[in-house]
């Protein structure tokens, strides 16, 4: 007899993904197309292709803060066009299905959890390390319901101004967008580096898979701009170690590619300065399952919850 399974959907910036998902936690079918158009209308032509009558529930992450009783994004600064519209209340209804909403990096903490490196961990702090920064807590084995916000974590008084209205937070200083900064206005500022002969002279379409490229070739500017972003992380790990002492830190995301150098800094820089005896080096792993750990975590949340 086949068992239950849920329906898992990620609604990103860039790509909108949708998955049937055992509740065994593993991943049996899925569709990927770009964020584009009406996300309502998207996402529902979508699970028609994917949903059968084994379906027992349909999780949503989206970045973003959610309110968990409507079903509904609150503040979602990549995706504008989310915000207020009950999502989940509205899907629930057309398939007759529990449907639950919640924030991306808090459902891949579960995907983790249930299917990835944190499996037999009892806590752990899931970062992901993308165009922003956000995060996802397991505690005692179970996702601690706070924003984890871990990204807006203000690390420079007075520094740059963030999408979210305060300034100088983490993801303006060590996530993707950050690096890019960094990169065109020291070349901009006449900075000598091989990021500048890029892109066809277009410094503006540097990306950060580019910089770390450059970095590992021996360009200077780059290895300095890895280098001062995983700084930046690193104080943020202490900071997030002082208070949690989890198991273990599992980074996912674009630029935990980026290893060598940003991470081994951001390493560093979090052994320094967490109290003794609250970090150990060693208990910072890579996400395996990162394309999928959101997927599989909204799906199974809304499974058993
Ligand atoms: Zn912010």
């Known amino acids: 007899m086949a068992t239950n399974n849920a329906i898992g959907i990620d609604i990103g910036g860039t790509n909108l993904r949708v998955a049937l998902v055992s509740e065994k936690g593993k991943i049996l079918n899925r569709i990927r197309v770009p964020s584009q158009g009406n996300i309502l209308t998207n996402v529902t032509s979508l699970v028609d292709r994917l949903i059968n009558d084994k379906t027992a529930g349909i999780g949503i992450a989206i970045a973003g803060i959610i309110d968990k009783g409507k079903g509904s994004v609150v503040i979602s600064p990549n995706l504008p066009s989310a915000e207020d519209l009950n999502l989940a209340d509205i ?35 899931l970062l992901t390390l993308g165009t922003g920064i956000g995060g996802g807590i397991i505690f005692r084995h179970e996702l601690m319901d706070v924003p984890a916000e871990i990204g807006h974590m203000t690390i420079v008084p007075e520094g740059r101004e963030c999408d979210c209205g305060n300034h100088g937070c983490l993801e303006e200083y060590a996530a993707a967008k950050a690096l890019i900064n960094m990169a065109t206005s020291a070349i901009e500022n006449g900075t000598k580096s091989s990021l500048g002969l890029c892109c066809e002279g277009n410094i503006y379409k540097i990306t950060p898979e580019l910089i770390y490229k450059h970095a590992m070739n021996g360009d200077m500017l780059a290895r300095d701009i890895l280098k001062t972003a995983g700084k930046y992380l690193g104080i943020a790990i202490a900071n997030l170690a002082n208070i949690f002492y989890p198991s273990a830190f599992i980074l996912a995301g674009g630029l935990s590619n980026a290893w060598n150098i940003y991470v081994e800094e951001a390493i560093r820089e979090a052994d320094k300065r967490a109290m003794p005896g609250l970090f150990d080096k060693d208990t910072v792993f890579r996400s395996e399952i990162y394309e999928d750990a959101g997927l599989i975590g909204v799906a199974l949340y809304s499974l058993f919850t």
Do not use: H, Q, V, W
């Open 91 to 125: 899907i629930g209804r057309k398939y007759s299905l529990p449907t639950y909403m919640l924030n991306d990096a808090n459902a891949a903490a579960l995907g983790e959890k249930s299917a990835g490196k944190g499996k037999d961990l009892e806590s752990f702090i």
